[in-house]
């Protein structure tokens, strides 16, 4: 899937699928720049702040966030 990701992701192995919508929800993304990507294995979780999608990526075993 090709879309602008954060840096910041958190690994699966620390987080669980609610821990990581909470951080998404904490953290100040507008401090970020997104970056394109093209990343695969991704499934949906939620959309957090508005526009804030979180992914897991079962590929690498991390949840990401992409601008909506």
Known sequence: ?????FS???GG???TK???????????FCDEEA????ISNLSYIDTVQGDID???CYGTDT???AQS
């Open 18 to 28: 609610k821990q990581a919508i909470e951080w998404g929800l904490g953290y100040s």
């Open 13 to 15: 192995y620390e987080f």
């Open 35 to 38: 970056e394109e990507q093209d």
């Open 63 to 65: 949840y990401l966030f």
């Open 54 to 56: 979180v992914y897991y």
């Open 1 to 5: 899937m090709k879309a602008l990701f």
């Open 8 to 10: 910041p992701n958190l």
